[in-house]
C-alpha cells in the first residue's frame, strides 16, 4: 500500500500541539506527501543508507546561503566524503584537549553571576548568559579564538545571534520563502550583511592558518602531561585538524570547505548545548533533591584538589549529574524534530510505501514523550538513565543528537561540556525557580518564551578568589558547599 500524500502515520500517542503546528505547515507548504516518524518506524528509516536520506531543502534551504555546502546541508556521496574527513576531528584524544576550554568559558560565566548576585541581581535568564558561555568556549575550540564575548560585545557573536534570529522568522515569513523577494527586504539585507561578517572572519582565520601550517608545521595534537608542567603550546583547534585532514586518495578539504564546516560547527554547537545546559539547571531548580545529589558528586570528586578544574577522566565520574543530563535531554530536546527526503520509494515494515520525494518528520519530541517507552512522559526523573532501567530500551527511545548515518557529529563534544559547566554550575551556586512561569519556546533548538530565569543564590565565599584570579589561572578555590 502507497501512503497518499499529506498522511501523517504512526502517532502512538494524542496529537500535540508542539507537531501539530510544524506538520501542518509542512502540509501547506510542502508539495510533496508528508509522513510524521515515530519509534515503530524509526529503527527502520535510520539505518537506511545516507545516499537513500537526504536533507530537504524546504527546512535546510535558509541556512544555505550561511553555511554553504557543508555536512549539515550536503548529500549523498560529498557527504560522505565529509564525514570521512571530520571525524577524527571528534575523537576523544582531540576533544579531551577542549575540556580545559570549558572549564575556562564557565569560570568566566561564574565570576559574572557572582558580580550580578553582589550587586543585587540573583535572577538571571540563563539562556543570555550560557549562549554567550557557549561561543566563547566554541570560538576558542574552533579557531582557537579569545573573543571575550562573555564581557564585551562582538561582532562577529552579534552576527552569529542575529543570522539565527533571521533564519526563524524566514521560516515564519511564507513571502520570505521566495528568494527573489527576501534578498530584497530589509531582512535579508541584514542577513547578507551578518553573513558577510561570519565569512569574512572564518575566512581569515582559514587563511592565515594555512600559512602559518606551511611554515611552522602541524600545532600539538595533544596536551603534554608528562614530567609536570604541561606544555605551552597551542594545542590544534578544529580549523587545524582540518586543513590537515586527508581522504583515502590523500586529497584534504579546500578553503572554502573548511570554511562552510567552520561555520556549521559554530550555528550547530553553540545553541543546541545552549539550550541543553538551560534546560538542565531549569530541571534541577524545580528538583532540589536530584540537585543536591548532583553537587555531592561534584564535591565528592573534587574533595582534597587544590583546583576546580574538572578534566576528561572526571566526566566518567559524574553518573548521576549524567543522568540528570540525559533525562533533560529526553523532557526538553534541544532540537525537536529533524527531517529526511528520500530518494526512493521506502517499504516499512507492515507492507506500507514512503513514497520517494516524502518529506519525512522525524519528531524528537515525540519519541521522546510516547507514554508506551517513557511512563509518566512529562515527569523528570533522571533514574529512567540508570544502567538497570534502561538496558532493555531501545537505542531509537532516545534521541537528542538524531540517529542513524546522519547523527550529531559533535555528540561527545557537547555532553563533555554540558557535564563540565553542570557540575561546575551546582559545586558554586544553589539554583532555585526564578518566580517566572517557564514556558517552552520551540525555535531552531528549544528556547523559553520571555528568557529561562532562574535565581543563582549567593556563592559560598573564598577570599583568595577574585575575577583577577579566574582569568589569570582558570581555577577557583571555593570551599566545600
Ligand atoms: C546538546 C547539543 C547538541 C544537540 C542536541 C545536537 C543535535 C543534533 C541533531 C538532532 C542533529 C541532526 C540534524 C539533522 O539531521 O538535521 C545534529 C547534527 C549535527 N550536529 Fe549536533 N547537536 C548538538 C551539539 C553539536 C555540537 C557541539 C557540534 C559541533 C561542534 C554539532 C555539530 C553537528 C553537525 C556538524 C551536524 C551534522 C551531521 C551530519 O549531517 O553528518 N552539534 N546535531
Redesign the pocket.
Known amino acids: 500500500m502507497v501512503l497518499p500524500s499529506h498522511h501523517q502515520v504512526v502517532l502512538p500517542h494524542p496529537l500535540h500541539p508542539y507537531f501539530l503546528l510544524p506538520c501542518c505547515l509542512l502540509f501547506f507548504l510542502a508539495s510533496r506527501p508528508t509522513v510524521t516518524i515515530f519509534l515503530n518506524l524509526l529503527h527502520h528509516l535510520s539505518i537506511l543508507a545516507a545516499s537513500i536520506t537526504v536533507?530537504d531543502e524546504l527546512f535546510?534551504g535558509f541556512l544555505r546561503p550561511w553555511l554553504g555546502q557543508?555536512?549539515?546541508l550536503s548529500n549523498g556521496e560529498d557527504?560522505s566524503r565529509r564525514?570521512r574527513l571530520?571525524t577524527p576531528a571528534f575523537h576523544f584524544d582531540i576533544l579531551k584537549n577542549y575540556v580545559k576550554i570549558f572549564n575556562h568559558s564557565t569560570d568566566i560565566m561564574h565570576s559574572k553571576w557572582r558580580r550580578l548576585v553582589a550587586e543585587g541581581q540573583s535572577r538571571q535568564d540563563m539562556f543570555s548568559h550560557i549562549s554567550l558561555m557557549t561561543l566563547d568556549s566554541?570560538l576558542r575550540?574552533t579557531f582557537s579564538y579569545n573573543s571575550n564575548c562573555q564581557e564585551s560585545s562582538s561582532e562577529y557573536v552579534a552576527a552569529i545571534f542575529e543570522l539565527s534570529t533571521l533564519v526563524i522568522e524566514r521560516r515564519g515569513c511564507i513571502l520570505h520563502h521566495w528568494d527573489w523577494l527576501y534578498w530584497r527586504s530589509p531582512e535579508g539585507q541584514r542577513f547578507k550583511q551578518a553573513c558577510s561578517v561570519v565569512h569574512r572572519f572564518t575566512k581569515t582565520v582559514v587563511q592565515e592558518r594555512r600559512a602559518q601550517l606551511l611554515h611552522q608545521g602541524e600545532p600539538e595534537r595533544h596536551t603534554d602531561t608528562t614530567g609536570g608542567e604541561e606544555k605551552r603550546k597551542r594545542v590544534a583547534d578544529f580549523i587545524d585538524l582540518l586543513l590537515v585532514s586527508k581522504d583515502e586518495e590523500g586529497h584534504g578539504l579546500t578553503d572554502e570547505e573548511i570554511k562552510a564546516?567552520a561555520d556549521?560547527?559554530m550555528f550547530?554547537?553553540h545553541d543546541?548545548?545552549a539550550?541543553?545546559i538551560s534546560w538542565v539547571l531549569y530541571n534541577l531548580s524545580q528538583h532540589q533533591d536530584y540537585q543536591d545529589r548532583c553537587r555531592t558528586e561534584v564535591n565528592d570528586l573534587l574533595q582534597d584538589r587544590k583546583t576546580e578544574d574538572l578534566d576528561w577522566s572526571d566526566l566518567s565520574s559524574l553518573p548521576f549529574t549524567t543522568m540528570c543530563i540525559k533525562e533533560s535531554?529526553r523532557l526538553h530536546?534541544?532540537?525537536s524534530a529533524?527531517?529526511?527526503r528520500y530518494t526512493k520509494d521506502i517499504t516499512v515494515p507492515g507492507g506500507r510505501v514512503i513514497p520517494q520525494g516524502s518529506i519525512c518528520l522525524v519528531s524528537?519530541y515525540g519519541t521522546h514523550h510516547n507514554p508506551e517507552i517513557w511512563p509518566d512522559p512529562d515527569v523528570y526523573n533522571p533514574m529512567r538513565f540508570d544502567p538497570e532501567n534502561s538496558k532493555d530500551r531501545s537505542s531509537h527511545a532516545f534521541?537528542?543528537?538524531?540517529s542513524g548515518?546522519?547523527?550529531?557529529?559533535?555528540?561527545k563534544?557537547?555532553m563533555a561540556?554540558?557535564r563540565v559547566v553542570v557540575a561546575l554550575t551546582l559545586r558554586r551556586f544553589r539554583l532555585t525557580p526564578g518566580g517566572v512561569e517557564v514556558r517552552r519556546l520551540p525555535q531552531l533548538v528549544l528556547r523559553a518564551e520571555g528568557g529561562l530565569w532562574l535565581t543563582t543564590d549567593k556563592p559560598h565565599t573564598c577570599s583568595s578568589l577574585s575575577q583577577m584570579d579566574i582569568k589569570l589561572t582558570g581555577t577557583c578555590c571555593f570551599s566545600q558547599v
Do not use: H
Open positions: 536533507k535546510y557543508s555536512l549539515l557527504w564525514r571530520l566554541l575550540c564546516e556549521t560547527f550547530a554547537g543546541t548545548t539550550s541543553g535531554l530536546s534541544p532540537v529533524v527531517t529526511r524528537i534521541i537528542p543528537f538524531s548515518p546522519r547523527n550529531c557529529i559533535g555528540q563534544f557537547a561540556e554540558m
